[in-house]
């Protein structure tokens, strides 16, 4: 089963407004674009640390043939490039702001002191260079940078302020598994995207783009608009990154094959997981095998979240997020007519102590809401009038630390959706491992480290988090809601580890 392009176009065309770029320009453009692969940045290394210079730049990019679209990008006109760091080394990042607007630059899933965590309030103005430093202290595993201005960060990681994190340990290193960037280790950079007729990209528009988040037409991967890839190897690995501002992709083979999943958010699972789909939200990353030895041609879908889903959305906000129900291509894949040989995966990955909830000193709870009726309780009315998306009540006050948490602490937060639809719920500062979902343990697909988890409509997940290293009464580290609207609307909270 091969979905057509123009039958995903099609599907969504329906629902998008007059100001949208005519779906006959799309079918025009059909031809299939290479796979582009982000620069490798492994840094220079000074005085016995790793460098790496990054800019914010402003730029144009062609996704959509003649048409030029202005874009935001990191040493490069969208996006970034991906950088690998190995776990123990000393790394020292230079920032240099050169756009006309100021910005923050956050790494995703590291165990960073929060002075250097790149959060709200670690604001690089235009023409400054903010140099954070620290020492990588993370299992290998696939993570991300991107923005995080306060109220901004939907519009600027859309624009393009968002790359790759790779991790190497030892572990990593002595496993034998597709690890050549670029050739059977690939990562895959996924986003959807919409434009007005002039090429640009059309954000938010109107109060809708906010309830469910902004929800593209066109399916971006590392940039490429009908990215085609060729692999030249049996096995390769995919480093997938959801970088989707809002929507929720459920991956698969499009002939149904399966697949290993060998890593999640935090690293490795500890053997491979044989599936035939994955739900990833914004924010999620998987690292999947695929096994192209027949030499057919196969390409990497999204499958509709169907309505018996528990991460689907319910009552009218099942209506206002349609577009989550078409199937599309994500990337198309042909493989070379000769594929070099892979190893077998190994059985085992690595070893993950499952803490208990025992271990765990303090249950912290938190409920997420949505504004004027959208939440369960109908007419309760605790979002108010405002357009909030509030966090046990209350929106993101800049001036407002929620939480203050023991250093050396082991807790569980209780994560509470009281909304009709998925919350993607992220914590900064470490990993966690989840404990159950509506008091159901997790399947072995989120069994491993996690910094980002799907909390469904009325659902409960809770994990357990140990809250290692950097007391620093001053600045926080946040936890919010990966639907980038929902977090610059106010679904967004500060703790301090001390
Ligand atoms: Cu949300």
Redesign the pocket.
């Known amino acids: 089963m091969k979905l057509s392009r123009r039958r995903f176009m099609q599907g969504l065309s329906a629902t998008a407004s007059s100001s949208v770029l005519p779906l006959s320009v799309f079918a025009q453009n059909q031809t299939q674009n290479k796979l582009r692969v982000p620069a490798l940045y492994a840094g220079e290394i000074q005085a016995g640390s790793h460098h790496y210079s990054l800019q914010l730049q402003v730029g144009t990019s062609q996704f959509l043939g003649g048409l030029t679209t202005p874009t935001l990008g990191i040493n490069g006109s969208f996006l970034g490039p991906t950088l690998r760091l190995k776990n123990g080394s000393d790394v020292a990042i230079s920032v240099l702001n050169q756009l006309n607007e100021p910005s923050t630059i956050h790494w995703h899933g590291l165990h960073v002191p929060a002075k250097v965590d790149g959060g709200p309030a670690l604001i690089i103005e235009p023409g400054a260079t903010w140099e954070p430093a620290f020492t990588v202290r993370q299992k290998a595993g696939t993570f991300w940078y991107h923005s995080h201005l306060l109220n901004k960060t939907g519009e600027q990681v859309y624009k393009g302020l968002a790359g790759m994190i790779i991790i190497d340990d030892e572990e990593s290193e002595n496993l034998e598994i597709p690890s050549t960037y670029g050739v059977d280790d690939i990562p895959l950079i996924v986003q959807d995207r919409r434009f007005n007729e002039d090429g640009s990209f059309r954000y938010v528009g109107m109060h809708r783009d906010v309830m469910t988040?902004v929800f593209g037409d066109r399916i971006l991967v590392n940039g490429t608009t009908s990215a085609l890839f060729t692999p030249s190897t049996n096995k390769v690995r995919f480093r997938i990154l959801n970088a989707a501002n809002a929507r929720t992709f459920n991956f698969a083979l499009a002939d149904g094959r399966e697949f290993s999943l060998i890593a999640s958010d935090g690293g490795f699972l500890e053997k491979p997981v044989r599936l035939r789909n994955i739900v990833i939200a914004p924010a999620e990353r998987a690292e999947i095998v695929v096994d192209f030895s027949d030499g057919n041609p196969v390409d990497l879908i999204s499958l509709p979240l169907d309505a018996s889903s528990p991460f689907s959305p319910t009552g009218m906000m099942r209506n206002m997020l349609s577009m989550n129900t078409e199937s599309f291509t994500i990337l198309n894949i042909e493989p070379e007519s000769m594929l070099q040989r892979s190893a077998a995966l190994p059985d085992q990955l690595t070893s993950i102590r499952r803490m208990q909830a025992g271990e765990a000193t303090r249950i912290r709870r938190f409920e997420?809401s949505?504004p004027m009726g959208m939440g369960r309780g109908g007419g309760r009315g605790r979002g108010g009038m405002g357009g909030e998306?509030l966090i046990n009540g209350k929106p993101m006050a800049m001036d407002e630390i929620n939480e203050v948490v023991p250093i050396g602490s082991t807790e569980i937060w209780e994560i509470h959706n009281d909304?009709m639809?998925?919350?993607?719920f992220h914590i900064h500062h470490g990993q966690f491992q989840i404990l159950d979902r509506d008091g159901v343990p997790p399947s072995a697909e989120e069994m491993g480290f996690k910094d980002t988890v799907k909390v469904g409509p009325g659902q409960t997940v809770r994990f357990i988090m140990r809250f290692e290293n950097f007391s620093d009464p001053d600045t926080a580290y946040m936890y919010h809601?990966?639907?980038l609207?929902?977090?610059d609307n106010g679904?967004m909270g500060q703790f301090t580890v001390l």
């Open positions: 988040g997420l949505m998306f909304s639809m998925m919350h993607p809601c990966h639907i609207e929902h977090e679904m």
